[in-house]
């Protein structure tokens, strides 16, 4: 079975940093594009950040470009999400979700998993 | 970015109603269009792919049409298990971009 499994979310004062990971089994990780996506309390569902298979290729949504970093560890079969720079605006849930491709990306997001809450307050 | 204006924001229906929901992208996406299912509490769960591709295990009630800048998620015939925020998502450009959801109640 395909799994997807976040940590690392938490409470994080304005400008502090946090990791996030997401543990992948059931399949070969290595071969797959990967995202994280957020969802802030109540609202929708909003694209942060894809890798590639081998983590040459990177790209971010603008509101998150400079202050996060995608990254994997494929001999873990974890994804990463580090994220400094923290503001209130961050304060989500954050999903990460499987791309269908291996080599062309997709950026269609198949599964999900559970998310982590991350909350910056004060 | 592409704008994907989804209506209605909320839906309530009956056991056994057909329900449709819609969805508009702000350009041409040709087929690039997902929908997926949100129950509260837990993560999105993708049900069409290519606007009208059902995914393996899904349903036949559920079902997408559309292509260019006009599509359509219809279930058949509501189930109280249906109950859920849908999205639409585009895949033509990046950064891929959600509808903002179509929160569906039994009436």
């Known amino acids: 079975e395909v799994q997807l499994v976040e940590s690392g979310g938490g409470l994080v004062q304005p400008g502090g940093s946090l990791r996030l990971s997401c543990a992948a089994s059931?399949?070969?990780?290595?071969?797959?594009?990967m995202h994280w996506v957020r969802q802030a309390p109540g609202k929708g569902l909003v694209w942060v950040s894809r890798i590639n298979s081998d983590g040459s290729s990177t790209s971010y949504a603008d509101s998150v470009k400079g202050r996060f970093t995608i990254s994997r560890d494929n001999a873990k079969n974890t994804l990463y999400l580090q994220m400094n720079s923290l503001r209130a605006e961050d304060t989500a849930v954050y999903y990460c979700a499987r791309d269908p491709a291996t080599v062309t990306p997709l950026n269609w997001f198949d599964p999900w998993g559970q998310g982590t809450l991350v909350t910056v307050s004060s | 970015d592409i704008q994907m204006t989804q209506s209605p924001s909320s839906l309530s229906a009956s056991v056994g109603d057909r329900v449709t929901i819609t969805c508009q992208a702000s350009?041409?996406?040709?087929?690039?269009l997902n929908w997926y299912q949100q129950k509260p509490g837990k993560a999105p769960k993708l049900l069409i792919y290519?606007?009208?591709n059902l995914e393996t295990g899904v349903p036949s009630r559920f079902s997408g049409s559309g292509s260019g800048t006009d599509f359509t998620f219809t279930i058949s015939s509501l189930q109280p298990e249906d109950i859920a925020t849908y999205y639409c998502?585009?895949?033509?450009?990046?950064?891929?971009?959600f509808g903002q959801g179509t929160k569906l109640e039994i009436k």
């Open positions: 350009q041409d996406i040709s087929n690039y």
């Open positions: 998502q585009q895949y033509d450009n990046l950064p891929p971009t």
């Open positions: 059931g399949f070969t990780f290595s071969s797959y594009w």
């Open positions: 290519d606007a009208s």
